[in-house]
């Protein structure tokens, strides 16, 4: 077990992500800091996830560090039945960092119990994605110049999207009004809702995308409505085109609004949001590099001085 | 006033009686103790009339004191059980189990797609609410009511 694993958001305090949002901003300065001369990280991806890999790969290179690991763990010996114990033992006596990747919920927490090398989860099934999190933290910090007291509207797959509910605690720390907007099937789980409550935070459920939501909005966040997360198939067809913003939803909107989205898109944003400078989704992929760098370092132990040294 | 009580201890020259078990978790708290392995005398009851439970189990097991980390693990699925220390054949302690903050290698987790259930490896549960009884994986974070807690 190392302390400085990072599994979950929950796992930090608010100083920690304010170190961590700090750091990244750091790095979007100095992408290219050699501050891991000499060190290896190994990259397991049991679950193929191109995008989050390349992230993870490119932030470790930029920083000087050099890569090992696989990307699809057909081609790995856990295929041969080898236990996740024995493959992350094995792995520990070979690096300096474990980021892994998981199709098993609860998958790196494990890992982070079994080896004294730091573990980052990139991933545990539809569990947690700290590292997606903290560039969501990031882009609203870098757009809105501070975290508190924003009005964050949630739009779309609130039920078992875990982008939103991490989201949801990470910015518990900074007073935030959150607009849950979802249909009837997928709105903000119960625990969830009790998590405001408990923290003071104030928040409205609603089913009604409504000009009034988006004109007080600081963040709209837009998420994905998948098909498959219905029971009832007429009840998709009906909802699915009422979550989807367009351009001329955003005419009286706050000219310090900016839309996120953790991508892949599919019809929630229409094509004519792209160009309006409040469309802030691409930006948003590419701050994953500098939040990663962070998380990277931090789990390396490394101070922000020694960072700045290098 | 309770002959019944006094009968159902009087049994027990020395031993240990859970009483006010659910009668829907008896045998979900005899195999968390243990029971079946056990080679002393065991009277089990179940479906008893009870006031507060309307229908309660009872397990008495002479010649066994269980230590307090074994009873209180019952807490998650049988929260109103009591526990009572019987030495030459009077109620010596008498106590309500008390509910831990974690569980470990009891509990089965409902979700297919937990580590746990796809590794040979250890459950934890983190208790998180207590009327009713609510637990948490540690690993998957998935919630369960102590009712419906399946065992291991
Ligand atoms: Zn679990």
């Known amino acids: 077990m190392n302390k400085n694993s990072l599994v979950s958001i929950a796992d930090l305090n608010k100083e920690e992500l304010l170190a961590l949002l700090e750091q990244a901003s750091y790095f979007e300065k100095h992408p290219n800091s050699k501050i891991l001369d000499g060190k290896v990280v190994a990259t397991l991806f049991f679950e193929p996830s191109t995008r989050t890999r390349l992230s993870f790969e ?35 006596n070979y690096v300096d960092l474990i980021v892994m990747r998981h199709y098993l919920e609860g998958a790196a927490r494990y890992a982070s119990e079994v080896t004294d090398v730091p573990v980052v989860n990139a991933g545990d099934g539809a569990n947690q994605h700290p590292s997606q999190t903290m560039l969501d933290l990031y882009s609203i910090y870098k757009t809105q110049g ?8 949630m739009v779309g797959d609130l039920k078992y999207g875990r982008t939103v509910h991490s989201l949801l605690q ?7 009004t959150f607009r849950f907007v979802a249909c009837k099937e997928l709105q903000m789980p119960e625990e969830y809702l009790k998590f405001c409550d ?32 219905f029971t009832d198939i007429m009840e998709y067809e009906r909802v699915k085109n009422l979550y989807t913003l367009h351009n001329a939803m955003l005419a009286d909107s706050k000219p310090n609004l900016r839309i996120l989205h953790p991508l892949p898109r599919v019809n929630e944003i229409a094509y004519d949001v792209d160009a309006n400078p409040k469309a802030y ?25 020694e960072c700045k040294k290098a | 006033m309770t002959e019944k009580k006094e009968l159902a201890v009087a049994a027990l020259r020395n031993g240990t009686v859970i009483d006010h078990i659910p009668s829907s978790a008896l045998f979900k708290a005899v195999r968390i103790l243990g029971i079946e392995h056990l080679d002393k005398a065991v009277t089990i009851g179940n479906n008893l009339a009870s006031g507060k439970l309307g229908k309660k189990g009872i397990i008495k097991v002479a010649d066994v004191e269980f230590d307090e980390a074994t009873l209180n693990r019952i ?5 109103t059980a009591v526990v009572n220390v019987i030495r030459e054949y009077s109620v010596v302690e008498k106590r309500p189990v008390r509910l831990p903050d974690t569980v470990v290698g009891i509990v089965k987790c409902a979700n297919p797609k937990c580590i746990t259930n796809n590794e040979p490896m250890r459950t934890v549960f983190h208790v998180v609410g207590n009327n009713p009884v609510v637990i948490r994986c540690h690993y998957c974070n998935h919630a369960v009511k102590g009712d419906d807690a399946q065992l291991q």
């Open chain 2, 75 to 79: 807490a998650i699925i049988a929260p």
């Open chain 1, 146 to 153: 501070d975290l508190n007291n924003l009005t964050i509207t």
């Open chain 1, 170 to 176: 990470a910015m518990s720390y900074f007073n935030p």
């Open chain 1, 198 to 229: 408990e923290n003071g935070i104030k928040y409205e459920c609603t089913t009604d995308f409504s000009p009034e939501i988006i004109n007080e909005s600081d963040i709209i966040y837009m998420t994905r409505v998948q098909r498959e997360r």
């Open chain 1, 58 to 92: 490119t932030a470790v290179n930029r920083l000087g560090g050099r890569v090992i690991g696989f990307s699809d763990a057909s081609t790995t010996s856990s295929s041969k039945g080898e236990t996740l114990h024995d493959t992350i033992k094995m792995v520990s």
């Open chain 1, 281 to 305: 989704y691409f930006d948003q992929a590419r701050n994953g590099l500098y939040a990663r760098q962070a998380i990277i370092c931090r789990a390396l132990g490394l101070t922000p001085d």
